[in-house]
């Protein structure tokens, strides 16, 4: 709808303006709203996406700190009770028991941080005389699926060099 309004020019005539009524349509009501609903998805998407990757940065740090104590426990147990101690097999190791029995079977261990549940275990193979391969399997369910770090080192008798 358009309407007329006079206006008082700077010379001081009289002038006649032609304009819309002022006001918002239907249309740009729509629009604004769209867009108002299209940034609030976008910010509630990229909050859940950065707390999924913040749990899964989480429970990677905590399944390497896993390994890593596994591997120095294994390198406790060589250093006392020394390096033929070490038997080949898949182990769980308990420090709760007597030094010389830390490490036992079955082999998968469950341990349980806020609400993630983690494996662990640790293989033991001969690589040659006075040399083995430690591998440290720390396994978890994530929204991803399996997640698992791996760590492994040679241990050797170093008593003998």
Same mark, same amino acid.
């Not at 406790?76 to 080949?88: E, L, M, P, Q």
């Not at 698992?148 to 008798?157: A, C, G, I, W």
């Given at each position: 709808m358009k309407n007329h309004k006079q206006v008082v020019g700077m010379s001081g005539c009289k002038v006649v303006r032609r304009g819309y009524l002022s006001g918002q349509s239907l249309i740009e009501v729509i629009v604004s709203v769209s867009i108002a609903v299209i940034v609030a998805i976008a910010l509630i998407s990229m909050s859940i996406i950065t707390g999924r990757a913040a749990r899964a940065a989480k429970n990677n740090t905590q399944a390497t700190k896993l390994a890593e104590e596994y591997m120095e426990q294994v390198r406790?147990?060589? !250093?006392?009770? @020394?390096?033929?101690?070490? /038997?080949?097999g898949c182990y769980k190791i308990d420090t709760s028991l007597t030094e010389s029995t830390w490490l036992q079977q079955p082999c998968p261990q469950t341990i349980t941080l806020d609400t993630t549940v983690f494996t662990r275990k640790v293989d033991i193979t001969d690589v040659i005389v006075d040399k083995k391969l430690?591998?440290?399997?720390?396994?978890?369910? !994530?929204?991803? @699926?399996?997640?698992?770090? /791996?760590?492994?080192?040679?241990?050797?008798?170093?008593?003998?060099f």
């Open positions: 406790i147990f060589r !250093d006392r009770n @020394g390096f033929s101690a070490i /038997v080949n430690i591998v440290v399997t720390v396994n978890w369910t !994530d929204q991803g @699926g399996v997640q698992s770090v /791996v760590q492994q080192t040679y241990l050797t008798r170093w008593d003998v």
